[in-house]
T-cell receptor
Framework: GAVVSQHPSRVICKSGTSVKIECRSL??????MFWYRQFPKQSLMLMAT?????????EQGVEKDKFLINHASLTLSTLTVTSAHPEDSSFYIC???????????FGQGTRLTVV | AQSVSQHNHHVILSEAASLELGCNYS??????LFWYVQYPGQHLQLLLK??????LVKGIKGFEAEFIKSKFSFNLRKPSVQWSDTAEYFC???????????FGKGTKLSVKP
């Protein structure tokens, strides 16, 4: 299957700083990328959906000013956690697909720890 | 709201035992159903999917799942597990308003050698 690369896989940051997570589709053009968050022993919960060249659509309860998403090209989407707090510590996973009704492929996830 | 329920949080089996992981969904539309596996430290990988046709779906690594529409279920099975099947398994349905998948909480499978 297609490859989605997510970077970094782990990051530790101080409270109040910002962290950027990258999601790249390596061998296909991703018209849509999804950002999920997973708490321990919980489901993957969709945070936002980004389509190349347009603003991301955020799920209810997700602060768009805190979780900035940029989908500037067909192969790259970024999630920036701004002014991170310990409660933002979580596992963030992106997935990408080439078009509607096609399979989405997942990145390996990023473990964010805010201290 | 659409939801996916996985009944078992943690399943522990010995090698060669048979496996069945439960998955029920609640979604009123046409469903596409998925099982993903996540090995320790690795990506989510697609095990199998159901879009239409034969409700018994065969996936990779000897896994299969059966879609039973009347029960809103899509249980995952494997007749004989191996130690290498130790992983977390997620059931998902395409029910999101953005075309996204809705996931169950996952079932951790531990296979004892």
């Amino acid at each position: 299957g297609a490859v989605v690369s997510q970077h970094p896989s782990r990051v530790i940051c101080k409270s109040g700083t910002s962290v950027k997570i990258e999601c790249r589709s390596l061998d296909f053009q991703a018209t849509t990328m999804f950002w999920y968050r997973q708490f321990p022993k919980q489901s993957l919960m969709l945070m936002a959906t980004s389509n190349e060249g347009s603003k991301a659509t955020y799920e209810q309860g997700v602060e768009k000013d805190k979780f900035l998403i940029n989908h500037a090209s067909l192969t790259l989407s970024t999630l920036t956690v701004t002014s991170a707090h310990p409660e933002d510590s979580s596992f963030y996973i992106c997935s990408a697909r080439q078009g509607d009704h096609t399979e989405a492929f997942f990145g390996q996830g990023t473990r964010l720890t805010v201290v | 709201a659409q939801s996916v329920s996985q009944h078992n949080h943690h399943v522990i089996l010995s090698e060669a035992a048979s496996l069945e992981l439960g998955c029920n969904y609640s979604y009123g539309g046409t469903v596409n159903l998925f099982w993903y596996v996540q090995y320790p430290g690795q990506h989510l990988q697609l095990l199998l999917k159901y879009f239409s046709g034969d409700p018994l779906v065969k996936g990779i690594k000897g896994f299969e799942a059966e879609f039973i529409k009347s029960k809103f279920s899509f249980n995952l099975r494997k007749p004989s597990v191996q130690w290498s099947d130790t992983a977390e398994y997620f059931c998902a349905v395409n029910g999101g308003s953005q075309g996204n998948l809705i996931f169950g909480k996952g079932t951790k499978l531990s296979v004892k050698p």
